[in-house]
Structure formats: C-alpha cells, structure tokens
C-alpha cells in the first residue's frame, strides 16, 4: 500500500475512487449520482489544492489502483489558516484493513510540515466504525450536530470531531 499526495495525473481515477465511494458509503455527505463528478472538474479541484500551503489530498494506492482518500481544506483567513478540514472515503472492500490509520497517519506527517495545528471533521454518530479510528488516533468529539444530515427520510446526528497536534 502507497500513501501518498495527489498527483494531477491522478484526475481521472480520483474523480472514479470518489463516484464509487459515495455510491458505496451510507454515511458520506454526498448520495450516489448526486453530484456530477467529472475528471476535468478533479483536476481543477486538485490544481487548487496544490497552490495552498495548507489544502492537500492524500490518495491510498495499491497495485496501481486508487483505493481511498483523505482531502484536506485549510482555513484562508489569516486567523485559521492553521485549521484543516478533512473528508476520507475508502472503497467498500478495502475498509477496515487499516487504510484509514494509514492516511491520517501521513495527514499527521504533512500536517507538521505546514505549520498546521488543528484537524478537524464530522462523522454521522452511527458510524461506529469510522468513530473508534477516529478516537483511536487522537480525535476528540467537541460537540453534536443535531438532525444534521437526512438518510433514507431519517434525521441523523453527525459529531464534531478535532485533533489538535
């Protein structure tokens, strides 16, 4: 397995690993055909993660197939630039073999390089598998947001999670 940052090439797969992620995962933001994911618009997405200091993606690949992502957006005020926000999906075969721990794990390594302090996400309070990794390596929930997201005409509560290094 190769944990590593997200290259332009890499348009056209990511743009893929993401379609299949959302079509696979009940507890992503985005519904299965929701929203229209194209390559071009990966690229672009990408191109402007790699001019920020503080925004990245973290691609999982193994036998030259994308197979997770961590993406991270930086605060842009000058007041929370140190803050990132971070979204992972991992293939419906591939969770629960340590992927997750491997990707916030190089997070943690290119977090320390850019002066960035403070992770933080959401994850629906449900999903007890993504919950005890994020507790396991260092999240700490910091709040619950209430009738957050709506799944299969359910209201669902997310937590707010942050990590701060």
Same mark, same amino acid.
Request: charged share 25%.
């Given at each position: 397995?190769?944990?590593? @940052?997200? @290259?332009? *090439?890499?348009?056209?797969? %990511?743009?893929?690993?993401?379609?299949?992620?959302?079509? !696979?995962? +009940?507890?992503?933001?985005?519904?299965?055909?929701?929203?229209?994911?194209?390559?071009?618009? +990966? $690229?672009?997405?990408?191109?402007?993660?790699?001019?920020?200091?503080?925004?990245?993606?973290?691609?999982?690949?193994?036998?030259?197939?994308?197979?997770?992502? $961590?993406?991270?957006?930086?605060?842009?005020?000058?007041?929370?630039?140190?803050?990132?926000?971070? #979204?992972?999906?991992?293939?419906?075969?591939?969770?629960?073999?340590?992927?997750?721990? +491997? &990707?916030?794990?190089?997070?943690?390594?290119?977090?320390?390089? +850019?002066? #960035? *302090?403070? $992770?933080?996400?959401? #994850?629906?309070?449900?999903?007890?598998?993504? &919950? *005890? %990794?994020?507790?396991? &390596?260092? =999240? @700490?929930?910091?709040?619950?947001?209430?009738?957050? %997201?709506?799944?299969?005409?359910? =209201?669902?509560? @997310?937590?707010?999670? !942050?990590? $701060?290094?």
């Amino acid at each position: 397995m190769i944990v590593r @940052e997200v @290259e332009t *090439s890499d348009a056209e797969n %990511l743009a893929n690993l993401i379609k299949q992620v959302d079509e !696979s995962s +009940q507890y992503m933001l985005w519904e299965a055909g929701e929203r229209d994911i194209q390559s071009e618009n +990966q $690229l672009k997405m990408i191109d402007g993660i790699k001019n920020a200091e503080n925004s990245t993606i973290l691609v999982a690949e193994k036998d030259n197939e994308l197979v997770g992502y $961590l993406i991270v957006i930086g605060g842009n005020a000058q007041r929370n630039k140190h803050s990132a926000y971070i #979204v992972i999906g991992i293939l419906k075969g591939y969770r629960g073999k340590g992927i997750g721990k +491997q &990707l916030i794990n190089k997070l943690d390594q290119w977090a320390a390089n +850019q002066n #960035v *302090s403070r $992770l933080e996400l959401t #994850v629906v309070t449900k999903n007890e598998g993504a &919950l *005890s %990794l994020y507790k396991k &390596l260092g =999240f @700490e929930i910091e709040g619950i947001k209430r009738n957050s %997201l709506l799944i299969n005409d359910e =209201f669902v509560d @997310e937590y707010y999670m !942050s990590k $701060l290094l």
